[in-house]
């Protein structure tokens, strides 16, 4: 008797492996077990979900079963769904992502949007994105603002690859610059935006086992996740243009803390809310 090969033991349907894996990665305990089930079933096969119900009894080749089985071990492992896709929708962008940067958070978003209601009166503003990651703020705000000057800076080289690969991707063209901050940076600029890493140190061993596959770095920023916005806002009255605007997003239990020292040091600032209504976003504006 010969062992079955591979690819006898793989005459497995579309729609079988669909409610296999489905079913197996209920059992592991994933958030979202069939959008990733439906995900990585579309990544191997190369069909979106209309196209997966269409061929519900196509048989799946050896070489699909064997990738398909390789990216379910690594979601089990907790690796996002979005390293395994390798890129994402981002307010209408496809931006290629890796734990090179953080993977682009829905709430950002609504940074964007502000950041470009901010913007909506000047022609040709100047706009920096600070800590960039996947060039996410910066790519979005160019998209909608084809005039704007957008450069974007991240301390780590590795994410500016990633950020100008993604620019490439979209045909945006953005300057991109390696900076700590804006250390080195002149401007000025008429708009500041940045999603630093804002998260309390202490967040850290009780993070979704997902968010340890993003970079600490663009994550933490010390005991009350304020360390870095702080050096920012510090750093950012030497940037910004004359009625310029800084935008930041931060977390629900810190904004209100930085509001209060921006106030304390001549700002006019404005808290607004993300999509859940939790204070997020901090807007301060330099004098009156
Ligand atoms: N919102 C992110 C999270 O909760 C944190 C992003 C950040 O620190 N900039 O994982």
């Known amino acids: 008797m010969t062992q079955p090969s591979p690819a006898s033991s793989s005459s497995l349907t579309v729609q ?16 979202s077990p069939e959008v990733d089930a439906r995900e990585l079933l579309g990544l191997v096969t190369a069909l979106d979900t209309t196209g997966l119900v269409i061929r519900a009894a196509q048989v799946l ?50 940074l964007l949007e502000l950041a470009l209601d901010a913007a909506k009166h000047l022609v040709g503003p100047r706009i920096l994105d600070v800590g960039t990651g996947t060039g996410a703020l910066a790519l979005g705000l160019k998209q909608a603002r084809p005039d704007a000057a957008v450069t974007a800076s991240d301390v780590s080289a590795p994410a500016l690859a990633l950020a100008t690969r993604n620019a490439a991707l979209n045909g945006l063209a953005v300057s991109f610059v390696q900076a ?4 080195g940076l002149r401007g000025p600029y008429d708009l500041l935006v940045s999603n630093p890493p804002y998260l309390p140190a202490a967040d850290e061993p009780g993070a979704q086992p997902e968010v340890r596959f993003d970079p600490a770095l663009a994550l933490y920023s ?8 702080r050096r920012l806002v510090n750093q950012a009255s030497g940037v910004l243009a004359p009625g310029g605007v800084m935008l930041l997003e931060l977390d629900p239990r ?35």
């Open 16 to 31: 079988a492996a669909w409610r296999e894996l489905a079913a197996r990665f209920r059992l592991a305990g994933l958030p």
């Open 254 to 288: 810190n904004v209100g803390v930085l509001a209060a020292e921006l106030m304390g040091a001549g700002w006019r600032v404005r808290v607004h809310s993300d999509l859940t209504g939790r204070a997020r976003f901090l807007e301060g504006r330099l004098g009156v």
């Open 180 to 183: 700590d901050l804006l250390t």
């Open 222 to 229: 010390g005991p009350d996740g304020l360390d870095l916005a």
């Open 61 to 110: 080749s050896a070489e699909q079963t064997r990738r398909l089985e390789a990216l379910a071990r690594r979601r089990e492992a907790r690796q996002p769904l979005q390293h395994l896709l390798g890129v994402v929708e981002w307010a209408g962008l496809n931006l290629h992502v890796s734990p090179d940067a953080l993977i682009p958070r829905p709430e950002t978003e609504v």
